[in-house]
């Protein structure tokens, strides 16, 4: 106990040495700005921005029926939330609009959106201003039927027989393709559930996690992005990629969202499973950075030629998915560890990609790399720079500016959420911190 005591304390004033100043940028006045600019040059009828053209980046904007149509309405919210956190002052020109008037407004947008468009598995990313709207007026009627809206359209996806909702459709129905960014949908099943009662939701999104766990993750905490099923027998068909470099290879974003999800159903279940397999997923992906910390768009695309560029989405994605297994960890070290691997991500990425002459707050994310869209803003990206900013805040890491990470104390405080069912497991954190 006491040689363990004496580790602890050795281990983390070795880490306030280590120190870290968040990034700035983080906190930056450019970012109401610029979100603010953007709320005003939303096409009428309403379109989302989704990513950046690589030169200017200047957004490109889409129709409602399109996958990413929530982070930006989400991102309106995102800065409502840090006006609370942080109040306004003319240094953070969080004063600079009502975000919440505009974030519900650019959400109703997406109100009228149904199965008959083809808005198909996406609807848990198209759910979240819904579920901010819900933190803010827990009563609010619309709100609460959008939700169970996007759930009940999800559940009907959802195979018995595979084990698993179904992402893309296909010309052969029998031909049943999941991918690990599904992992992200599982909440609004269980917002659902939450609202209606309605159990079955959750035993969808439990089965889905669950089939997911023992089919698209490899021994060594890598993900196949895609994993399709013979929606008849509910066999694996095969293992490949859409949007890696190679069918075997590691695509980061997917990873990312792998990394969030499966945090985030072991705070919607305890189920210690999910926690093993959240912690094995940001294992990977710490441990298989390169030295310079930039995330790389697959981890096993070759480094030349041609230069291999980064994904700034994938980048942040990870750090907030790395903040929320943070919060599900009973013990300092290892919350400390996730913690300060999400703020280096953040610097990291903020040094290579913040961009203050786009419109997006970050450059270098890549979109589709097959289809060669890259070298982009991307508005996900933006929306989960923001969130890890929040989330620190809130959880007791920094104050909102530019201040160093609370190091030495905010370890034993930062999990408010935090519990004892938690089982050690090896971490293997960030070989730089060792
Ligand atoms: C309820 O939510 C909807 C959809 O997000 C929003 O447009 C509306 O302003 C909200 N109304 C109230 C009274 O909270
Ligand atoms: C479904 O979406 C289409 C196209 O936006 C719209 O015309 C139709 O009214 C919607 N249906 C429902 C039931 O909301
Ligand atoms: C619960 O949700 C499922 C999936 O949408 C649905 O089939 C079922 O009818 C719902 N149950 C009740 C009691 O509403
Ligand atoms: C799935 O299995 C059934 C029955 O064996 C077969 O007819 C069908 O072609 C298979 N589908 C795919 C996509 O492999
Ligand atoms: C993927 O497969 C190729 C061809 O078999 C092999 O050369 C490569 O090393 C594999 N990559 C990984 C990451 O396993
Ligand atoms: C998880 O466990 C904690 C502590 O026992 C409890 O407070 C919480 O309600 C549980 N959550 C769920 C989703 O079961
Ligand atoms: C970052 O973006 C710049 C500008 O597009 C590009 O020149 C550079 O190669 C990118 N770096 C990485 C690592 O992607
Ligand atoms: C990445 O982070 C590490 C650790 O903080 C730092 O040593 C390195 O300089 C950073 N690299 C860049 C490009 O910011
Ligand atoms: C850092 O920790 C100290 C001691 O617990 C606390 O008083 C202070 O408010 C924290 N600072 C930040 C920025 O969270």
């Known amino acids: 106990m006491l040689r363990n005591m004496l580790t602890t304390g050795l281990y983390l004033s070795l880490l306030a040495q280590l120190g870290g100043a968040l990034p700035e940028q983080l906190f930056s006045s450019s970012i109401p700005i610029k979100v603010a600019a953007t709320f005003g040059a939303l096409p009428n009828p309403i379109q989302y921005p989704q990513y950046t053209d690589t030169t200017a980046g200047a957004w490109q904007y889409f129709v409602p029926n399109t996958w990413t149509s929530g982070f930006f309405p989400a991102t309106g919210y995102a800065l409502d939330t840090r006006q609370r956190l942080c109040g306004s002052t003319p240094a953070n020109a969080l004063g600079t609009a009502d975000w919440l008037g505009l974030a519900r407004s650019a959400g109703n947008g997406l109100l009228n959106l149904n199965a008959s468009d083809g808005i198909g598995h996406d609807v848990g990313f198209i759910s979240f201003p819904f579920v901010e709207e819900l933190l803010v007026n827990p009563q609010n009627a619309t709100a609460v039927a959008a939700i169970n809206n996007f ?5 009907a996806r959802f195979d018995p027989i595979v084990g698993c909702t179904r992402s893309w459709d296909t010309a052969d129905p029998t031909d049943f393709q999941v991918i690990i960014d599904n992992m992200m949908n599982l909440e609004v099943l269980f917002q659902s559930a939450d609202l209606t009662g309605n159990t079955t939701l959750r035993t969808i999104a439990t089965t889905h996690a669950d089939t997911t766990m023992k089919n698209h993750i490899r021994d060594d905490g890598s993900t196949w992005h895609v994993v399709e099923y013979n929606s008849t027998t509910g066999a694996v068909i095969r293992k490949r990629t859409a949007q890696g470099f ?9 990873q990312a969202w792998g990394i969030y999800g499966y945090a985030n159903m072991y705070k919607r279940t305890n189920d210690t499973n999910y926690l093993t397999t959240a912690r094995r997923l940001a294992t990977y992906f710490l441990d298989t950075l390169p030295a310079d910390g930039i995330v790389p768009w697959d981890f096993n695309a070759p480094l030349t030629p041609p230069p291999r560029p980064a994904d700034s989405s994938a980048a942040t994605i990870a750090a907030t998915g790395l903040l929320l297994l943070a919060t599900q960890e009973t013990d300092a070290i290892s919350r400390q560890t996730w913690t300060d691997s999400a ?13 203050p002459s786009w419109q997006s707050l970050l450059a270098n994310g890549t979109v589709d790399w097959p289809a060669g869209n890259l070298l982009t803003g991307i ?5 989960y720079y923001i969130k890890a900013g929040n989330d620190m805040v809130t959880m007791g890491l920094t104050s909102c500016s530019a201040d160093v990470v609370n190091s030495t104390s905010s370890a034993a405080q930062s999990a408010p959420t935090a519990r004892s069912a938690s089982s050690a497991t090896r971490l293997s954190p960030f070989s730089s911190l060792w």
């Open 151 to 155: 759930a009940t359209m999800l559940a």
């Open 246 to 254: 190679a069918d075997n290879s590691t695509w980061s974003r997917g």
């Open 343 to 355: 703020q280096q991500l953040l610097a990291n990425i903020t040094a290579l990609a913040w961009d």
């Open 379 to 383: 508005v996900y990206g933006d929306y």
